[in-house]
T-cell receptor, first 114, second 114 residues
């Protein structure tokens, strides 16, 4: 049973056209993360929510925004996608956000920018 | 700077061969160490982790890893691989505090020949 669900699995957008990726969880975890993963690179943390508290990584471009309307859902908004934003976007959760905790990942959304 | 280095980007082995994937990290302070695995078409999932205690950690599917503090290493091992071990393996490190985020290596693609 999927516990972290990402939709869609593949997303194609046009250069500069806003796009939203979604993530939902059935684990009731406090923390939700968004990672960007490009080919042959490590997953890179963009930001995370601890409950409703938003925590942005210092090097995340302003083009990337996030919303968490409730415990179960979290969205990644890319306001004006560029070619360099084509990547796999991974959503993950953890119970308390402590460093020793296991992360639960979704299957990811592969974003293509035309 | 905090970082994780995985020695091999792509490893090809025959079934029954022994496996060792290298991982070195740079991180100030006490660490938690992880290996995550991503099977083809599936989400990232935890293979094993080290938090404290015995530096030899056993995980699922016959995998183990040894934390060698003096070498800043956490190599993954399996004495006899199977075709089903074909996957991408990510080493990761995190601190012990709530604000310490997990840092991933670039991953090692393991391909097992039947």
């Amino acid at each position: 049973d999927a516990m972290v669900i990402q939709n869609p699995r593949y997303q194609v957008t046009q250069f500069g056209k806003p796009v939203t990726l979604s993530c939902s969880q059935t684990l009731n975890h406090n923390v939700m993360y968004w990672y960007q993963q490009k080919s042959s690179q490590a997953p890179k943390l963009l930001f995370h929510y601890y409950d409703k508290d938003f925590n942005n990584e210092a090097d995340t471009p302003d083009n990337f925004q996030s919303r968490r309307p409730n415990t179960s859902f979290c969205f990644l908004d890319i306001r004006s996608p560029g070619l360099g934003d084509a990547a796999m976007y991974l959503c993950a959760t953890s119970l308390h956000g402590q460093g020793y905790e296991k992360l639960f990942f979704g299957s990811g959304t592969q974003l293509s920018v035309l | 700077a905090q970082s994780v280095s995985q020695h091999n980007h792509h490893v090809i082995l025959s079934e029954a061969a022994s496996l060792e994937l290298g991982c070195n990290y740079s991180y100030g302070g006490t660490v938690n160490l992880f290996w995550y695995v991503q099977y083809p078409g599936q989400h990232l999932q935890l293979l094993l982790k080290y938090f404290s205690g015995d530096p030899l950690v056993k995980g699922i599917k016959g995998f183990e890893a040894e934390f060698i503090k003096s070498k800043f290493s956490f190599n993954l091992r399996k004495p006899s691989v199977q075709w089903s071990d074909t996957a991408e393996y990510f080493c990761a490190v995190a601190g012990r505090n709530r604000d310490d985020k997990i840092i991933f290596g670039k991953g090692t693609r393991l391909h097992i020949l039947p």
